[in-house]
């Protein structure tokens, strides 16, 4: 069983950074990706990291996702944070051998979830 715990959220204003960490208990090789969800959307995937790297059109070259396998963590590195980047973020596993485009968007093909962490962005 693993289980998944995010800190880092908070409220910043626009142009503002934060990191989300996502602490990890339990074997978490293979595709490792945040999520998010603002109220009234769908769950969307950000960023995943396991056998390649892979990002969403919408925080590419803003946010860098990176991993500590020593410490069995995964990051989030947000810049450049936009409003419409207010969400809840999840972190997710047990899913993919490799990331890829294709299981960035199949929130269903992870099988562990952490709580969320709320993310607020202000104009």
């Known amino acids: 069983q693993v289980q998944l715990v995010e800190t880092g959220g908070g409220s910043v204003q626009a142009g503002g950074s934060l990191r989300l960490s996502c602490a990890a208990s339990?074997?978490?090789?293979?595709?490792m990706a945040w999520f998010r969800q603002a109220p009234g959307k769908e769950r969307e995937g950000v960023a995943g990291?396991?056998?390649?790297?892979v990002y969403a059109a919408s925080v590419k070259g803003r946010f860098t996702i990176s991993r500590d396998n020593a410490k069995n963590t995964l990051y989030l590195q947000m810049n450049s944070l936009k409003p419409e980047d207010t969400a809840m973020y999840y972190c997710?596993?047990?899913?993919?051998?490799?990331?890829?485009?294709?299981?960035?968007?199949?929130?269903?093909?992870?099988?562990?979830w952490g709580q969320g962490t709320q993310v607020t962005v202000s104009s």
């Open positions: 997710a596993a047990g899913g993919p051998i490799y990331c890829s485009s294709t299981y960035l968007a199949r929130p269903w093909a992870y099988s562990y």
């Open positions: 339990g074997s978490t090789s293979g595709c």
């Open positions: 990291n396991g056998g390649s790297t």
